[in-house]
């Protein structure tokens, strides 16, 4: 079945650090995926998706790029703030299929 | 504001006692579903909904209920709950599901506590 591996943390930053978590997934046909992030006390939020391969999904500084040939959807931000500080789960989602793949979630700390 | 709304958000119970979550959203959303959290596994999903009188089993629907008698409501029951169902509960909706690229809506959880 179809699955999404996320690097483990807590991946714990300075502010103004540049951020990568590794996401790569396993899944059958063209996928679409997402970053999802959840702030303290809050539900999940969806941060950005691409739902072809080569797209690029970005918001609020964060990118990611849709790799079919390695598999992967990396988030990436070029200077992260201490309200960054949340965890981050990546996920797919497959056309016939009723529910989001989620991986483990990567909880990211900024210090001050 | 267009929103998914949980009640309650925190929930410490005794095992065997009967308990319903409450789940609604103000979206006209078709879609509604449940996922449980846990340390380490992401989330995984319970039930879902693709419209009203029409649900159907997650990944781990085991010791779960749920019914969708209207739209904006898809409460999950919990009828006899074990101390292996405490988690974090998220309801989500979206206004379609299952063609690939839709968004979900989440709610701010309930944190459920089985003793």
Known sequence: GDSVTQMEGPVTLSEEAFLTINCTYTATGYPSLFW??????????????????????SNKGFEATYRKETTSFHLEKGSVQVSDSAVYFCALSQAGRRALTFGSGTRLQVQP | EAQVTQNPRYLITVTGKKLTVTCSQNMNHEYMSWYRQDPGLGLRQIYYSMNVEVTDKGDVPEGYKVSRKEKRNFPLILESPSPNQTSLYFCASSPRFGRGGETQYFGPGTRLLVL
């Open chain 1, 36 to 57: 999802y992030v959840q702030y303290p006390g809050e539900g999940l939020q969806l941060l950005l998706k691409a739902t072809k391969a080569d797209d690029k999904g």
